[in-house]
Nanobody
Framework: QVQLVESGGGLVQAGGSLRLSCAAS????????MGWFRQAPGKEREFVAA????????YYADSVKGRFTISRDNAKNTVYLQMNSLKPEDTAVYYC????????????????????WGQGTQVTVSS
């Protein structure tokens, strides 16, 4: 069983930056693909970014490409999401998630692929 704890959310002005962290425990972190998702009020949970178990491959939603960067430190059992040039439409609860099932095409963008989820951290971007 893997436990995931997000941190780093908060209130920031448009154009600002935040760095989210997700600390994992209870499993073999380096064997999991990791993803970040977000959910705004009244909307479905949506894919933001993902990274392969080795960190060698990253994936991004078109809406964040060029502004967000996902990375991981397997020695620290932590995945990060650096968010720059934030926009009001980035406001949401951000969740990290882990999966051992990275062998299917498009694994990274499907909510159902992920077996473990954190509790979420709120990101609010003011205009």
């Amino acid at each position: 069983q893997v436990q995931l704890v997000e941190s780093g959310g908060g209130l920031v002005q448009a154009g600002g930056s935040l760095r989210l962290s997700c600390a994992a425990s209870g499993g073999t972190f380096s064997s999991y693909g990791m993803g970040w998702f977000r959910q705004a009020p009244g909307k479905e949970r949506e894919f933001v970014a993902a990274i392969s178990w080795s960190g060698g491959t990253t994936y991004y939603a078109d809406s964040v490409k060029g502004r967000f960067t996902i990375s991981r430190d397997n020695a620290k059992n932590t995945v990060y999401l650096q968010m720059n040039s934030l926009k009001p439409e980035d406001t949401a609860v951000y969740y990290c998630a882990a999966t051992g099932r990275t062998y299917t095409v498009g694994w990274f963008r499907r909510v159902g692929t992920y077996d473990y989820w954190g509790q979420g951290t709120q990101v609010t971007v003011s205009s």
